[in-house]
């Protein structure tokens, strides 16, 4: 019974390795090459095409950086005091 929680564990070790890992300087000029392709597929007004599937999938991962980013600032304050939760 103990060990049922392990192998998810391990998994879920695999890819907070992975994920949360800081990027490599090798991966720094295509990650500013794909802002600079988002900055233009906004300006050329791409940004009426896109699926359903697509807006979605944007919406979640910038929902994910915001919430990344208000749990980074609740650590470097240590508390919930001063946000409105």
Request: hydrophobic letters at 45%.
């Amino acid at each position: 019974q103990l060990r049922a929680p392990f192998p998810r564990l391990a998994t879920f070790w695999y890819y907070a390795k992975v994920e949360l890992a800081p990027p490599t300087p090798g991966e720094i000029p295509k990650a500013i090459d794909s802002m600079k392709a988002m900055v233009r597929s906004f300006q050329s007004g791409r940004l009426a095409q896109l699926t359903v599937k697509e807006a979605l999938r944007n919406g979640l991962v910038a929902t994910e950086v915001l919430m990344w980013f208000y749990i980074g600032e609740i650590i470097g304050k240590r508390g919930l005091i001063g946000y409105n939760v």
